[in-house]
């Protein structure tokens, strides 16, 4: 979400001006300038069913940064629930919220291994699957947007609420077709002005090739997009992984030169990614580790096993029903910028959470 700074207190090293001493002593020292941040942490809080538990408070989160637990100011409970007759369901103290989703289609008709007709299969089926949630399930306060990679980040289609729009760049995302083939030299057409985007906050035509010639740039960048947009925001990865494998380790990895910068900048902006495996379940194989650690790292789950690719959907979209956003005080030096790792959880130990792992602060944040 965002992050405001709210006031900057004098401490620690630097000789204060005669006129910033304040009430203290003429010869009193102030060591530095810290900036005193608001935060605020998209949580989710689901049952053993996987269902949103609304009606926590204050005393029954645990937030800490640095292993240290940090006084909780506020809790508010954003829900999207919607009776049988289509009328928002909100009690005593929510915020009516809408949801937003990414569809990113990794795309597999490239793929050369033993299994590429396979895989092909698998994507095909689920963009089926896809569109038959958007036909069946999407709520009429849903956003979708839906992008593609190949060798460059393709925006399928900007958050759209137009279900035919959204079934349609489905297809072309799981067909691989670009979208700015017959785009004229004014570019893409942007969504009216308040409206949740992505292309208004992306490079375009060649410039975004350039921009994302490793998908871990490409996702980064619509992460960063994304963090304009107030909520929690879900990427639905259908994927067989892209983890970098190292001598040594049987198990591949984010590639450490470019994994850092995107998992920050998705957690910056809110945006939780579910990783789900296209790879057949009867084949292991071990890019499950690294599609697991992306999930777990940014506040999603990764979907390895299931009869049918519209299993995962229905529970992505069942806890996000409702979130929690925390709010707290943190202090950073003011001169400085960085990533602060936090960590959430309830004490209730039948309730788990899903929240993101931390957040820019100073200049690079967004949060």
Not at 243 to 253: A, I
Not at 304 to 320: D, K, M, R, S
Request: hydrophobic share 35%; glycine share 8%.
């Amino acid at each position: 979400m965002s992050k405001k700074t709210l006031f900057l207190l004098l401490v620690m090293g630097l000789a204060a001006a005669p006129w910033a001493v304040f009430a203290q002593e003429p010869s009193a020292e102030f060591e530095g300038l810290v900036e005193v941040t608001e935060v605020l942490l998209d949580v989710l809080a689901v049952d053993k069913s996987g269902d949103a538990v609304r009606g926590l408070g204050k005393d029954d989160f645990i937030v800490e940064e640095d292993g240290k637990p940090v006084d909780i100011t506020g809790v508010s409970f954003y829900t999207t629930r919607y009776d049988a007759g289509g009328e928002v369901v909100v009690e005593d103290g929510d915020i009516p919220s809408s949801r937003y989703f990414i569809f990113f289609f990794h795309d597999q008709l490239r793929t050369t291994s033993s299994i590429g007709n396979r895989l092909v299969r698998q994507q095909l089926d689920a963009s089926r699957q896809s569109q038959r949630w958007v036909e069946e399930q999407m709520l009429p306060s849903d956003w979708v947007a839906v992008v593609s990679y190949d060798v460059k980040l393709k925006v399928q289609l900007d958050y759209s609420q137009d279900r035919y729009q959204i079934l349609e760049a489905i297809d072309n995302a799981a067909r691989n077709r670009d979208p700015e083939k017959n785009v004229g030299r004014q570019g893409r057409r942007l969504p009216p002005s308040g409206a949740p985007s992505l292309l208004r906050h992306l490079p375009q035509g060649k410039e975004l090739r350039k921009e994302t010639k490793r998908i871990y740039d490409g996702i980064r960048l619509v992460a960063d997009a994304s963090a304009y947009i107030v909520g929690r925001k879900n990427m639905l990865m259908f994927t067989i992984g892209f983890g970098e494998f190292r001598p040594g380790n049987p198990f591949p990895t984010g590639d450490p030169r470019y994994y850092p910068q995107m998992e920050q900048a998705l957690n910056d902006a809110n945006v939780a990614v579910y990783t789900i495996d296209l790879t057949p379940t009867e084949f292991d194989h071990a890019q499950r580790s690294f599609m697991s650690e992306l999930a777990t790292d940014t506040g999603g789950y990764y979907y390895g096993t299931f009869l049918n690719f519209i299993t995962p959907l229905q529970e992505i979209a069942a806890e996000n029903v409702g979130y929690y956003v925390l709010s707290y005080q943190s202090e950073h030096p003011a001169s400085e910028s960085g990533y602060q790792e936090v960590k959430v959880k309830t004490r209730d130990k039948k309730i788990k959470v899903r929240a993101r792992k931390g957040y820019l602060y100073g200049t690079e944040g967004n949060a």
